[in-house]
């Protein structure tokens, strides 16, 4: 991996992810809380419903299958540019859609907007694990934390423009044109050239790299834990609202505020996650996480009142919060090869994604929403049972050179104290 700037300061580096991440968070809830809205106004049953999420599904697979490339011949910053210029035209496009009643406008926005998100989640993990070789300690729980805040803010937003009445139109049209602005100005603090493989037929980040990698045992067994808890974290992200309103007849406002309560404590959770890994080590801390997500699920499916579902949901949050950040920090331990890794992990949990949505929406036709949830419950229990997969790589190649990350005596005990807990 190319970094040309190898004096690039780790602080505004670090800073530049927080405020991208937290754009794309907030970029996500926006569309996200508007789901009832957006429902309401093309008239759709839950299937259908389904069917128009699932655009951005398309999209984020279609976004990480080009992002390994992109990120490989231009770098990590190049990548977050494109993606945050997609993720702010496709969700102008999705709200005029919904403003003009044309279901498929709204979805070919949402297939632009996954497309940016597919961009963006390969371009910032490059440049997340990077980061930590960089300074010798875990970094991406904190950067995806930025992610929840982002999240956060953005719900909290949705709700509020939900209540005032605000049109979809204007309400997405805002927070795109913010995506857009605050992630070109971010990363211009970027190291140029992160994750720029050399272009050469043997290296990982040429074609027949990248496929080679989606035969490594362990980068296959990392895609199913990722699969399992993404697919969690997705169906928080698309049906919770929809799942409040329709499974406990509460108001589309105090569903805006569910999804809050989901965020928040994704955040949480995210912020104390370099703590909770240096004290338990990746597979512990994903496998106590794993559980609270499951008591979480358990609780939405089978409450019998609105304040349960409202813990539940909260559990729920917490439970996946760090399930697709230590899978793609485990992918990022070797530096070689670091895009085509994280964009194979990436792209299994995005397969997640883009089943997601319209399998849930079929069985929330037929029995329900929160009956459909069950499935989500067996992803979390597999992402758990292969846990063992995210143990740090203990003989991963050390990289040399002046432009080369090195292993530091904090990086060494860093992974002692993760060998040793796991």
Known sequence: MLLSHPHVSPRLWRNALFVVFALTGAGQAAWITRTPS?????????????????????????????????????????GMLAGAICIGAGLIAAGAGTELALGWLAFIGLSITGAGFGLLEVALNVEGAALERHVGRTCLPAIHAAFSIGTLVGSGLGAGAVFAGTPVLLHLGMTGALVIAGTAAAVRLVAAGTGVEPRSPKATGSASGRVKVWREPRT???????????????????????????????SEFHASLGFAVY????????MLGARLVARFGRRQTLQGLGLFA?????????????????????????????????????????????????????TAGYIAFLVGPPVLGLLGDHNGIRSALLIVLAGVAVAIGFSQSTRPISSAPAPAGPNQDTLTPERTA?????NAND
């Open 294 to 346: 499951a008591a979480g699920l358990l609780l939405v499916i089978f409450g019998s009142t609105p304040a349960l579902a409202m813990v539940g949901v909260g559990l729920w949050g917490a439970g996946v919060a760090l399930g697709f950040p230590l899978g793609l920090s485990a992918a990022g331990d070797d530096p070689n090869g670091t895009a085509a890794r994280v964009s194979a992990v990436a």
């Open 414 to 418: 860093l992974r002692q104290g993760d």
């Open 38 to 78: 957006i429902r309401a106004a093309l008239d759709l049953t839950v299937g259908e419903m389904g069917w128009i999420i699932f655009g951005i599904s398309v999209g984020s697979v279609a976004g990480l299958l080009v992002a390994s490339r992109v990120v490989a011949r231009w770098g990590g910053r190049t």
């Open 220 to 250: 296959m067994i990392l895609g199913v834990v990722v699969m399992g808890m993404a697919f969690a974290e997705g169906a928080g992200n698309d049906w919770i609202p929809l799942a409040l309103v329709d499974g406990y007849g509460i």
């Open 263 to 270: 965020a928040g404590l994704m955040t949480l959770v995210r």
